[in-house]
């Protein structure tokens, strides 16, 4: 079966635009103009990415997105005409996997859109028996069915949150920088001044800490990166 993406814009032209190379691309495309249409189709069928504009009438994106995050952990493109980092931290601590600021070459809204199915459904083959699952004091971290439990109660974290975790879990001790983890998880060049992956470290300890109540489990080595401990 196609991928089905659903893209949400108010303005009709770059919604047109992007359905055409998304469709020129074998992908399945359906259109929402608000918020409000959006949680609508996503309440009617299946889709396996979303595509979705901060500034919209009715419902903006941002809530869309806290929306869609609270039942399910689809993969979501944020669009924004604004390049602020505080709108980027903003789209992204909601819940958003990736960020791009319009206007955009489509092609790289392609490329991008790849880079997420390469992520959400490619990058995450069924481990061999005996090590799916990684297990650092209550945090249980299992790599084929992509779930993370804390002292038994399962974390709804964003594939990105996912591979993150599951990239400095799998090796305690060591530091990776903040570029390493941009490459090894994005599978796509760092670019200088890029906080992408500061947010999504705080978003990660942020929903381990609250379940778990006890010391922060990713730690930072300042100037350095990021790692966890055994």
């Not at 990684?134 to 804390?150: A, E, P």
């Not at 941009?182 to 760092?190: N, P, S």
């Not at 200088?192 to 992956?197: A, E, F, G, K």
């Amino acid at each position: 079966m196609n991928k089905q993406i659903l893209i949400v814009d108010d303005d009709k032209e770059i919604a047109n635009l992007i359905e055409i190379y998304l469709a020129n691309d074998g992908y399945e495309v359906t259109k929402a103009h608000n918020g409000l249409e959006a949680l609508e189709e996503l309440g009617k069928s299946e889709y396996h990415l979303v595509i979705l504009d901060v500034m919209m009438p009715k419902l903006d994106g941002l809530e869309v997105c806290r929306q869609i995050r609270s039942k399910q952990n689809i993969p979501i493109l944020m669009l924004s005409a604004k390049g602020e980092d505080m709108d980027k931290i903003l789209g992204l601590t909601t819940g958003a996997d990736d960020y791009m600021v319009k206007p955009f070459n489509p092609l790289e809204l392609l490329a991008r859109v790849k880079s997420l199915f390469r992520r959400s459904f490619e990058l995450n083959p069924k481990s061999v028996a005996g090590e799916e699952t990684i297990t650092i004091r209550s945090v249980q971290i299992n790599k084929s069915t992509h779930t993370v439990t804390v002292d038994g109660r399962g974390v709804n974290l964003t594939s990105i949150e996912f591979d993150i975790l599951y990239l400095l879990a799998s090796h305690p001790g060591r530091v990776f920088s903040a570029e390493e983890i941009f490459e090894k998880v994005w599978k796509e060049k760092y670019y200088q001044s890029h906080n992408t992956v500061m947010v999504h470290i705080s978003k990660l300890r942020d929903k381990l800490e609250s379940e778990s109540g006890e010391s922060r489990l990713i730690q930072t080595v300042w100037g350095v990166g990021y790692k966890i401990d055994p």
